[in-house]
């Protein structure tokens, strides 16, 4: 069986959950399917014995144009060059176009995987203007046409089946995101823990003091303005440590800029890091923390709280969206109550109540290391027992015989 998966990103150009997904996705499906990965960014070579790549730059005539026109460009160019392929894979919006007009150019079926939802993001029209008209086209088109949908978490299953009732709800299945647990642990032996400390410190982090963790990108969804009001209720001493860049907007970068530095006037130990960090280095700041940070107002599943847990970081997160079947309350971390506005913004009914909230649960658990510890021992355990990512493969490819045989 070939399998061609679709995507905006792949190494060396990963920014976000989706990219990880994929990038690990086929990974494991090497073992069970011909493997090949259709990429933006650009043409690139894999490395020896990797998954084959074809990458594909915008095409020359759409360079000034709006951003979601030249997707569409290159999906165009995708689409055509999945000849002979026996089902095609696509992720997110910028590839389901090139997965719905692959699906038909080559007679073959289109599954998809929801890693978020244009309905449900209404801030991307900050972001593409006019494009969010064509990105939300785009995805409802592939979502109701696709054979199969998978949904990383259940929550999201119930959003996509809210965002678009045409789709048959026995055509969306669940499948968790994964972590490679091999990757994601605690630096072991001196050299590891010796270079680690040099990380650290050189990003200019008390190894010593206590610290609040966030990783993500500066966007609406990842609730880190609420974190930032909140952070205030951090006891004397503690770090707040944000591994947090690629802003959606110059509006939201000013926003948050300026909420920073206001809270480095009023305390120290506000540490920001706005450049991604290699995979090493992540792990070494999550094992310099005390507890994980994820204020979303929009996360499907969340794979840098799986990231944090297999470090051995408890977290403290909002409740939505996937988070809940990932943090095990009172286990593995803290949920945070979130009552949200029901027009697709995710916006806190309640922002005060719920940052008051958020400060609270973040004060409490980073007061009592040995509770923080024993529920970061918890955690490592519960991304072992559910999370693993040839779990996800197996998971996945019964999704692919399934529609094969139909």
Known sequence: MRVDLLTREYPPHVYGGAGVHVTELARVLRAHADVRVHAFDGPREAPAGAVPVTGYGDLPELADANGALRTFGVDLVMAADLAGTDLVHSHTW??????????????????????SLEPLRPWKAEQLGGGYALSSWAERTAYESAAAVIAVSAGMREDILRAYPQVDPSAVHVVHNGIDLEAWRPPGGEAERSAAAATVSRLGIDPVRPAVVFVGRITRQKGLPHLLRAADQLPDGVQLVLCAGAPDTPEIATEVTALVESLQARRDGVVWISEMLPREELIAVLDAGTVFV??????????VNLEAMAVGLPVVGS??????????????GTLVPLDQAADGTGTPLDPETFERDLGAALAALVSDPARAARMGEAARRRVEDHFSWDAVAERTIAVYRQVLSD
């Open 319 to 332: 409740a939505t969206g996937g988070i809940p079947e990932v943090v095990d309350h009172g286990v593995t």
């Open 94 to 115: 910028y590839a389901n176009l090139a997965g719905t007009l692959g699906s038909l150019l080559h007679d073959v079926p289109h599954v998809l995987t929801a890693h």
């Open 294 to 303: 994820c204020p979303s107002v929009y996360e499907p599943l969340g794979i």
